[in-house]
T-cell receptor, first 112, second 119 residues
Framework: KAGVTQTPRYLIKTRGQQVTLSCSPISGHRSVSWYQQTPGQGLQFLFEYFSETQRNKGNFPGRFSGRQFSNSRSEMNVSTLELGDSALYLC???????????FGPGTRLLVL | AQTVTQSQPEMSVQEAETVTLSCTYDTSESDYYLFWYKQPPSRQMILVIRQEAYKQQNATENRFSVNFQKAAKSFSLKISDSQLGDAAMYFCAYRRSNAGGTSYGKLTFGQGTILTVHP
């Protein structure tokens, strides 16, 4: 079974721009969660989607948004990028029991 | 709010020897899950082992085992017969158990422990 995939793997943007990251979960998984990883703040939860509905949201500004499609693929969007948004963005999927999350390889975003 | 603390920023071990990584957590919940994830230089987060809080038996996966002390809110990872490929950042993580169909998908992570394996 293929793992979680994320695209693109690397991204360079400038301040003020917006960016969209994509995540395809493991086949059959309907829950997708997003995390931001930075050296200063560590791993922080962004949001979780299940069946196209946002179920949980972390403590991030409204510039961070996401959605999930009927095929369980998910996208997250960051508008008006700031330098502090430079991070590794990790996506994870879990099955119907929600117990264990399996992570993708991440998208490295650099904001200049 | 739940918190996870890893008090060892760095650890090192000789190849073939045993090392234990520490993790403590704080929660008022009685049912939850604990995880250890490994993140090598590739940055891919890999599940190492999982423990359900309602199970008294410590989880084991090949060379990896945990010492789960629920009353003490402690969850340490023991790596036996360490290999060069075990070198990575290790994260301890907590997740609430689901309730009434509600998913608490949020993982709360510790700060991580960098493990170096010396040949």
């Amino acid at each position: 079974k293929a793992g979680v995939t994320q695209t693109p793997r690397y991204l360079i943007k400038t301040r003020g721009q917006q960016v969209t990251l994509s995540c395809s979960p493991i086949s059959g998984h309907r829950s997708v969660s997003w995390y931001q990883q930075t050296p200063g703040q560590g791993l922080q939860f962004l949001f979780e989607y299940f069946s196209e509905t946002q179920r949980n949201k972390g403590n991030f500004p409204g510039r961070f948004s996401g959605r999930q499609f009927s095929n369980s693929r998910s996208e997250m969007n960051v508008s008006t990028l700031e330098l502090g948004d430079s991070a590794l963005y990790l996506c994870a999927s879990s099955g119907t029991s929600f117990e264990t999350q399996y992570f993708g390889p991440g998208t490295r975003l650099l904001v200049l | 709010a739940q918190t996870v603390t890893q008090s060892q920023p760095e650890m090192s071990v000789q190849e073939a020897e045993t090392v234990t990584l520490s993790c403590t957590y704080d929660t008022s919940e009685s049912d939850y899950y604990l995880f250890w994830y490994k993140q090598p230089p590739s940055r891919q987060m890999i599940l190492v082992i999982r423990q359900e809080a309602y199970k008294q038996q410590n989880a084991t996966e090949n060379r990896f085992s945990v010492n789960f002390q629920k009353a003490a809110k402690s969850f340490s990872l023991k790596i036996s017969d360490s290999q060069l490929g075990d070198a990575a950042m290790y994260f301890c993580a907590y997740r609430r158990s689901n309730a009434g169909g509600t998913s608490y998908g949020k993982l709360t992570f510790g700060q991580g422990t960098i493990l170096t394996v010396h040949p």
